[in-house]
């Protein structure tokens, strides 16, 4: 999803949807609404997937995210080090994992079962199927079975802008990282579009969130296209190395 990668956590289906005070520009729709018309339908989905490849060789502003997940959080790992990738959609980004660090394994989940099968089909062109491996899950169910295991790595890569409220996330993020793990964090900050959901204004709002449950940022970009004459937002995305405290 990403495309950015798919949402893969549905923790705002268990609570009615409402508007939030930071809702100051576009409307977004419910994420229930989003999860059966974006993310269940494999008409839209799987077309969006193999589009969505595309975006990390293409789009400006991905030029950076790119270099900074390859330099300073996949070159970071230590030997033989689990990482997984929450909302891995069309597992991309854990497949360049794969093929820059061959002692390392990877696991990504997403709660869409078409992007889970794009990734699959990826995957079994790659030559990395040994090492990494996808399935349809949600980030509640997996928390709730994986019986404490830390990674040293995580991956949360264009995903908290299609949450209700991403600070779950975060938390998930914190208890699932392993003391000396690292995580590559992006989001899409005054980005609208059909599946965003929460809306960032400013950088430092999911900074502050990955402070909240002690996280610290060791380094972040953040890049937009050039912005269209008149208008009010400027969409970017931004992205950052975390680790605890």
């Given amino acids: 999803m990403q495309h950015e990668a798919t949402p893969?956590?549905?923790w705002a289906l268990q609570r009615p949807s409402k508007p939030t005070s930071r809702q100051a520009g576009y409307a977004p729709q419910a994420l229930t609404d989003v999860v059966s018309e974006v993310y269940e339908d494999e008409g839209y989905m799987v077309p969006h997937m193999w589009a969505a490849i595309l975006i990390y060789p293409f789009w400006p502003s991905m030029v950076k995210h790119i270099a900074l997940y390859r330099n300073d959080f996949l070159r970071s790992l230590p030997p033989q080090a689990r990482v997984m990738e929450l909302a891995s959609g069309h597992g991309v980004l854990s497949l360049l994992g794969a093929e820059e660090r061959p002692n390392v394994q990877l696991e990504g989940i997403d709660i869409s079962p078409p992007a889970v099968a794009v990734a699959n089909r990826?995957?079994?062109?790659?030559?990395?199927g040994g090492r990494v491996k996808f399935a349809v899950e949600d980030?509640?169910?997996?928390?709730?079975?994986?019986?404490?295991?830390?990674?040293?790595?995580?991956?949360?890569?264009?995903?908290?802008?299609?949450?209700?409220?991403?600070?779950?996330?975060?938390?998930?993020?914190?208890?699932?990282?392993?003391?000396?793990?690292?995580?590559?964090?992006?989001?899409?900050?005054?980005?609208?579009?059909?599946?965003?959901?929460?809306?960032?204004?400013?950088?430092?709002?999911?900074?502050?969130?990955?402070?909240?449950?002690?996280?610290?940022?060791?380094?972040?970009?953040?890049?937009?296209?050039?912005?269209?004459?008149?208008?009010?937002?400027l969409p970017r995305a931004t992205a950052m190395i975390l680790r605890h405290r």
């Fill in 122 to 128: 990826v995957l079994g062109a790659s030559g990395h």
């Fill in 139 to 233: 980030i509640v169910a997996f928390e709730r079975e994986n019986k404490g295991d830390k990674y040293q790595g995580i991956i949360a890569a264009m995903l908290a802008e299609h949450l209700e409220d991403p600070r779950p996330l975060f938390r998930s993020i914190s208890r699932l990282l392993d003391k000396d793990g690292l995580v590559f964090f992006s989001t899409a900050i005054e980005s609208a579009q059909k599946d965003h959901i929460y809306e960032f204004n400013y950088e430092s709002q999911p900074l502050r969130m990955a402070e909240e449950v002690g996280l610290r940022a060791t380094r972040l970009v953040s890049d937009a296209s050039a912005p269209l004459l008149g208008t009010r937002f």
């Fill in 8 to 10: 893969g956590i549905a």
